[in-house]
């Protein structure tokens, strides 16, 4: 949409009389751009609050107040405090709209909203409009009934396209991919314009566009949406390789890709997300991740820790404001680690059946969302899994990740055994597959390791040998938790498809 057909459609929405508008962005100089634009043609005075300069005729706008035979006196700076401000806005005469900018940190206040409100009463006879412009507003109930809400149009790609060339023009030529040119002016939709012309003058600036430019577009347009301490932006992921194992899930992820990074182009219907289930420290939290590097998309992980508030309905509005976050940063693959701890809602003694309302909240995201968010949600214990969210069509498909078999722990010796730097032929690891039945990947891991140190302490460079040493003197998990994992496979059975 042009700017033109989005003054238009603000021309329309004030013309329908409402006595509040409200537009929650980032975008406060696109929007007063608007105003300015339908200033000039409703011949209405306008003007802006905010708290550093108090009530003022809108600047820049092109109608001056003479015109209208002289407006209320009102001196700027008396009308700093909200309070005074909306006395203020009571004396302006017929037909005036005021913007207040920033204004949501005041709605909690009953007296700010019972002032608002009278305005809003007195809007039919006198015809005068308020806006509340800001990100973030929470609008309290006794305003509801007399707002219209006003979105405005995030940047879309062709917009990005046409600032990059400008700025390319003034900066000249640069070097690089242009898949990651591409990639970073798709992640660049959706933030406000001056964040977007800033990145890429950033950007421009060393003449090169790599990876590390899209990393900092990420971390930028994470921060400036918010929610950063909710979504946790992962950096360095694993790949697919580095996963052992797993092959029916590698294969289902595979077929997915192209559908996922462009539907339309593979004419199927784009993946939407799956659950991970299975045994603690079989290599969940690794595929997760493993995922989006395949996928060369971004990574975030919700942390429900953050989430959880001691007050009521904030966990679920975080939740909210956190999806809402993920959208915009789509595509991406969102990772809800231990989604059965988050949603039983243990964590919020003050926000009791927070974790139900979460779930509804999440429910909903995942039935409506229509942007291009991959959602990996892992779980390894079914008390806490709400059977809700395990009905037929909210995930793609629920893989359960068992404990590895011997192909695959081999597999995962060769990895770490490689990644520690420890040499070691078929040979010398088809003992220690045989010595780790009912490992998990994790303990495998953690073997070699220990390994590592205790040669270390010996003096001695680490061999396969010491790793079976470790194997030895660990009880797995198939020990220690047999009952509980027998459990899970049984649940499992026949409830998912296996990973492997
Ligand atoms: N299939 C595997 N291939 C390679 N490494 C593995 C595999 N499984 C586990 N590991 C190793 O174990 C580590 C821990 O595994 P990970 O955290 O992914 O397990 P998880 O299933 O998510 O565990 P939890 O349920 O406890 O969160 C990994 O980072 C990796 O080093």
Known sequence: MSQFQEADELFALLNTKTPIVMIETHEEKRVLSLFERIAARSQREIWTWSASRGLKVAHGLKVSLTEFGG????????TKQLPEALQATDRLPGGALVIFLDVHPYLSNPLITRAMKEIALKSEGKGQQIVFVGHDIELPAELVPF??????????????????????DRHGGISGCRKTLDSLMRHMVGLPEPSVRHLVRLTLTDGVICTADLARVLSAKQET???AELLVFEQKLPAMEEVAGMKALKRWLLLR???FLDPEAA?????????????????KSLAAKAIASAWQ???????????FDKYQGESERKLREALKVADAMSPCVLWMDEIEKGLAGGQGDGDTGAGKRMLGSLLTWMAERDSSVFLV??????EGLPPELMRKGRFDEIFFVDLPSAEVRHSIFSIHLQKHRIEADDAGIAPLVEHSEGFSGAEIEAAVVAARYESHARGEPPQPEAVMRELLRTRPLSVT???????????????????D
């Open 225 to 227: 949406l918010g929610a």
């Open 267 to 283: 004419g199927l219907p784009a993946p939407r997300g799956v659950l991970l289930l299975g045994v603690q420290g079989a290599g």
């Open 481 to 499: 938790r047999a009952e509980a994992i027998a459990e899970l496979r049984d649940w499992a059975a026949d409830r998912t498809v296996s990973a």
């Open 147 to 168: 707002t219209s809400r006003f979105e405005v149009e995030p940047m879309t790609i062709d917009m990005v396209r046409k600032l990059f060339k400008e700025e390319l």
């Open 257 to 259: 890709r192209e559908p």
């Open 297 to 307: 998309v971004p990574l975030f992980r919700m942390d429900f820790g953050a989430l």
């Open 377 to 382: 949600a892992t779980a390894n214990d079914i």
């Open 71 to 78: 407006s209320a006196s009102i001196d700027a700076a008396d």
